[in-house]
């Protein structure tokens, strides 16, 4: 019998995104169900952490968009997205994206308290975070390797265009090498198709 195959995802969730990209990619059959995190009591069964991106495969769940992402790679027949040769490079610029997301979104969840319980030093930090880490990537990330997907392609791409879609794409301008590959990857299918939406 075949899995069952559910991904509970948000509207614009950056990590959510990577998954969903990669399911596309590997052309893994799977049930996206788009849920209000905020309201989701159900999804403390299989995830107490209450997070968007979760996985459930029949019965087993699986957390965290990086778990995800590399088991839906796993049962796949497409080439990898993990290739051993570069295995430690691209987990761990996976994390750096996964680091920027966090800090994007951290930022907006700030942002959007009451004037009287919001921190302008924590805005100011995450910020911070953010330049630092954009730059960070310009100067050090080169894997613009068009000819072999990798995972820390799509979560690079993913953290920069949720950067621009919650703060803004300043770093565009400064960031010209991440900018010119950027605007390239965002013409694929799976880039157009996941474009993160209001609720
Ligand atoms: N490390 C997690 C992070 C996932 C995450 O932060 N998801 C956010 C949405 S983008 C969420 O579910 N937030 C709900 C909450 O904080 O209550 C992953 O990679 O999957």
Not at 135 to 153: A, C, F, I
Request: proline share 4%; aromatic share 10%; net charge positive.
């Amino acid at each position: 019998m075949q899995d069952q195959i559910i991904l509970y995802n948000g509207p614009n969730s950056p990590f959510g995104r990577k998954t969903k990209i990669t399911s596309l990619v590997q052309e893994i059959k799977l049930e996206e169900k788009i849920i209000n995190v905020y309201e989701a009591d159900f999804l403390d069964k299989h995830n107490p952490i209450r997070k968007i991106p979760t996985l459930v495969v029949n019965k087993l769940a699986i957390i965290d968009s990086d778990n995800i992402c590399l088991y839906l790679d796993t049962i796949s027949k497409k080439n990898t997205l993990f290739p051993k040769k570069k295995y430690w490079e691209i987990m761990s610029m996976t994390s750096i994206a996964n680091g920027l997301m966090e800090s994007v979104l951290e930022r907006r969840m700030e942002m959007i308290r009451p004037d009287s319980e919001k921190s302008n030093n924590f805005i100011n930090k995450q910020e911070v975070r953010i330049t630092r880490t954009i730059s960070w990537l310009e100067n050090n990330w080169n894997n613009y390797n068009d000819s072999y997907l990798t995972m820390d392609q799509i979560a690079i791409a993913c953290a920069l265009d949720y950067t621009i879609y919650r703060f803004n794409d300043k770093w565009r301008t400064h960031n010209t090498k991440l900018n010119k590959w950027f605007s390239n990857f965002l013409e694929k299918d799976f880039m157009k198709s996941t474009l993160p939406r209001e609720k």
